[in-house]
């Protein structure tokens, strides 16, 4: 049973074009995240949400627009897409209430490639 | 402000060695934790280790070992008798303890080749 999931794997599109990526985590934590891997493997947080609400947005351009419908999900949205948003997109999750150094569990991640 | 450098970019061992990947952090807070992630090839994030700051231990966990040093703001990572399935990216990342958001800051990665 997948703990984090993320769909798609793989996205190719043009730039302009708009885009979603979904997360879901069945493992009952109150935080999500959205990380982005660079082509350097450079990994940095984009956003966090604490049971829907937002708590960390890393200066992300405000073309990518996540949405927490609930706690065990958390979606992106990025609109006029170009071709620096080409990465992988991690969704993450953990317990954070009651224990800030919980691991993270990290989706299998999608691969964004922007032509 | 907080940082973490993994100063070898790229490591290649031949099976059967040891290896060290190194840490070193910054952070100016006296509670946050500290972690290890694989990446192998097949691009997933591993979770490896937590440690916490008041717990400076060292731990052991099959071939593989942490040491860290306050002291000297490391947590480095070692792996004993390496083998081919260890070629994998190595990632080390903090979070302060006393944050309500979990954000880990990452390093830079070391990507292990470990040859045949």
């Known amino acids: 049973d997948t703990a984090v999931s993320q769909t798609p794997k793989y996205l190719v599109t043009q730039m302009g074009n708009d885009k979603s990526i979904k997360c879901e985590q069945n493992?009952?934590?109150?935080?999500m995240y959205w990380y982005k891997q660079d082509s350097k493997k450079f990994l940095k947080i984009m956003f966090s949400?604490?049971?829907?609400?937002?708590?960390i947005n890393e200066t992300v351009p405000n073309r990518f627009s996540p949405k927490s419908p609930d706690k065990a999900h958390l979606n992106l949205h990025i609109n006029s897409l170009e071709l620096g948003d080409s990465a992988v997109y991690f969704c993450?999750?953990?317990?954070?209430?009651?224990?800030?150094?919980?691991?993270?569990?990290f989706g299998p991640g999608t691969r964004l490639t922007v032509l | 402000a907080q940082k973490v450098t993994q100063a070898q970019t790229e490591i290649s061992v031949v099976e059967k060695e040891d290896v060290t990947l190194d840490c070193v952090y910054e952070t100016r807070d006296t509670t946050y934790y500290l972690f290890w992630y694989k990446q192998p090839p097949s691009g997933e994030l591993v979770f490896l280790i937590r440690?916490?700051?008041?717990?400076?231990q060292n731990e052991i966990s099959g071939r593989y070992s942490w040491n860290f040093q306050k002291s000297t703001s490391s947590f480095n990572f070692t792996i004993t008798a390496s083998q081919v399935v260890d070629s994998a990216v190595y990632f080390c990342?903090?979070?302060?303890?006393?944050?309500?958001?979990?954000?880990?800051?990452f390093g830079q990665g070391t990507t292990l080749q470990v040859k045949p």
């Open positions: 949400y604490n049971n829907k609400e937002l708590i």
């Open positions: 493992l009952g934590h109150d935080t």
């Open positions: 440690r916490n700051s008041f717990d400076e």
């Open positions: 993450a999750s953990s317990q954070v209430t009651g224990g800030p150094g919980n691991e993270q569990f």
């Open positions: 990342a903090l979070t302060h303890g006393s944050s309500n958001t979990g954000k880990l800051i």
